[in-house]
């Protein structure tokens, strides 16, 4: 799945364009607004919100716009009421592509994702066709060149993680979802340098795509990335480094 994680990277380094544009913090917002919503405003007994207020932050999304997100989530002011959808479809070369959304307006979401799989190549899905294909995990992502894998292999397990892997320049530690926040902290005490931590839906297997068909599944999952109300996109593709780094350079 090394071609999943770079490509995964790679999309971070241009999120700096997207913050530009206010469009990657209009999305983190959102998702700290349902949080807030859906499990209360009190950020430590509410880990749902803690994970979405500390990715924000990791997006430099300022504090200010965190708190009026989270009172919006509350009910202290107007706005619109956002609910959580989950979209599930098929990409070129049979790819499983399952979608997070926020959305005031389901209709309109699922018009704009529609659109995005057939105009790229892509069919939307049943709901139930895809989602059986993955597993909800916690990832922590650990700068790679500024720590030693053993060091933090040793001190990661004994803060209650699963699993530590290298992948390019990042270690990437797994943990339970309802405790990665817990574990993100125990390494950070420790002076672990934590790039990001998130909740990602990890699939059971992968599906091998070379090629034009590679470039294709790439389109398709930028496009729906760009769309507004989109929060995550997760695939079960295998692309390979070297065919990730020819597409990026075309």
């Known amino acids: ?15 700096a364009l997207d913050e530009k544009r206010g469009q990657m913090f209009g999305k983190l917002l959102r998702a700290v607004e349902v949080a807030s919503r859906e499990g209360g405003t009190n950020i430590e007994g509410n880990m749902t ?85 993955f597993d909800r995990r916690g990832l922590i992502e650990v700068d790679a060149q500024k720590v030693k894998e053993d060091d933090l292999l040793e001190k990661a397990l004994e803060s209650g993680a699963t699993d530590v892997r290298q992948v390019e320049k990042v270690f990437e530690v797994t943990a339970n979802p309802d405790e990665m926040e817990a574990v993100r902290q125990a390494l950070e005490r420790q002076g672990m340098p934590v790039v990001e ?37 997760y695939s079960n593709y295998d692309i390979a480094d070297e065919v990730i780094d020819a597409i990026t350079a075309a």
């Open 197 to 233: 931590a998130r909740v990602d839906m990890v699939p059971q297997s992968t599906v091998k795509v070379e090629g034009k068909e590679a470039a294709a599944v790439l389109r398709l999952i930028e496009a729906l990335e760009e769309q507004d109300d989109v929060q995550s996109v």
């Open 49 to 133: 919100l803690a994970s979405a207020v500390q990715k924000a932050r990791d997006y430099s999304v300022p504090w200010d716009n965190i708190e009026r997100a989270i009172k919006r989530g509350g009910g202290d002011t107007g706005g619109a009421r956002y609910e959580e959808v989950m979209y599930e479809g098929f990409g070129p070369g049979g790819v499983a592509i399952l979608i997070q959304a926020l959305t005031d307006n389901r209709n309109r979401t699922g018009q704009e994702v529609r659109h995005a799989f057939s105009r790229m190549g892509g069919n939307l899905g049943d709901p139930g066709s895809v989602a059986w294909m």
């Open 1 to 15: 799945m090394s071609g999943h994680s770079k490509w995964s990277q790679i999309k971070r380094k241009k999120g």
